[in-house]
């Protein structure tokens, strides 16, 4: 099946730095890929759509400037946290959609906590 | 937000029994999927059925969508300890090139 994988799997990080997570598409080429955040046993909530080499379309009362969404090829996306906070702390998932499909496939998350 | 509901909330079962959980949107859609999530691991998808489907078997699980009603369930049949996790709804909903809105989730529990 379709593999997608995030790395790091947790960081922790002081408040005012950067933290960069990414998202990669082992064995299939993502045209399309989304980023989630999840507080603790709350459901998932789409932060960003991002499509390979064009901008990140971004949800309503998600700041662009704050979370950076860089999708610069078919199996690689990357969201940087910048000047974290401990609000900002949270599980963030990202999934990747093949050309081809309605089927999202689903990175094993990152924990992010800021101190 | 256009967020989908699910209830039960939590579900707490013995192992051998059925679990039944529902879902409820408000869009229009292309398809549902059903999601397990494990505490603090990623997704793992368990089935989708698309919009004329009306419902659909994979394994222990059996999942009915009524589109007139807006709603789908999900039941999972003769339960195990291990089936034990979050399970979430998430539609894909039409004129949004496959964006997904997750449901709030239901958290089963398992006991021997």
């Known amino acids: 099946g379709a593999v997608v994988s995030q790395h790091p799997s947790w960081v922790i990080c002081k408040s005012g730095t950067s933290v960069k997570i990414e998202c990669r598409s082992l064995d299939f080429q993502a045209t399309t890929m989304f980023w989630y955040r999840q507080f603790p046993k709350q459901s998932l909530m789409l932060m960003a759509t991002s499509n390979e080499g064009s901008k990140a379309t971004y949800e309503q009362g998600v700041e662009k400037d704050k979370f950076l969404i860089n999708h610069a090829s078919l199996t690689l996306s990357t969201l940087t946290v910048t000047s974290a906070h401990p609000e900002d702390s949270s599980f963030y998932i990202c999934?990747?959609?093949?050309?081809?499909?309605?089927?999202?496939?689903f990175g094993p998350g990152t924990r992010l906590t800021v101190t | 937000s256009q967020q989908g509901e699910e209830d039960p909330q939590a579900l707490s079962i013995q192992e051998g029994e059925n679990a039944t959980m529902n879902c409820s949107y408000k869009?229009?859609?292309?398809?549902l999927q059903w999601y397990r999530q494990n505490s603090g691991r990623g997704l793992v998808h368990l089935i989708l059925i698309r919009s004329n489907e009306r419902e659909k078997h994979s394994g222990r699980l059996r999942v009915t969508l009524d589109t007139s009603k807006k709603s789908s369930s999900l039941l999972i049949t003769a339960s195990r300890a291990a089936d034990t996790a979050s399970y979430f709804c998430?539609?894909?909903?039409?004129?949004?090139?496959?964006?997904?809105?997750f449901g709030t989730g239901t958290r089963l529990q398992v006991t021997l």
């Open positions: 998430a539609t894909d909903e039409t004129g949004t090139a496959s964006k997904l809105t």
């Open positions: 999934s990747a959609r093949p050309r081809r499909g309605h089927e999202q496939y």
């Open positions: 869009t229009s859609i292309n398809n």
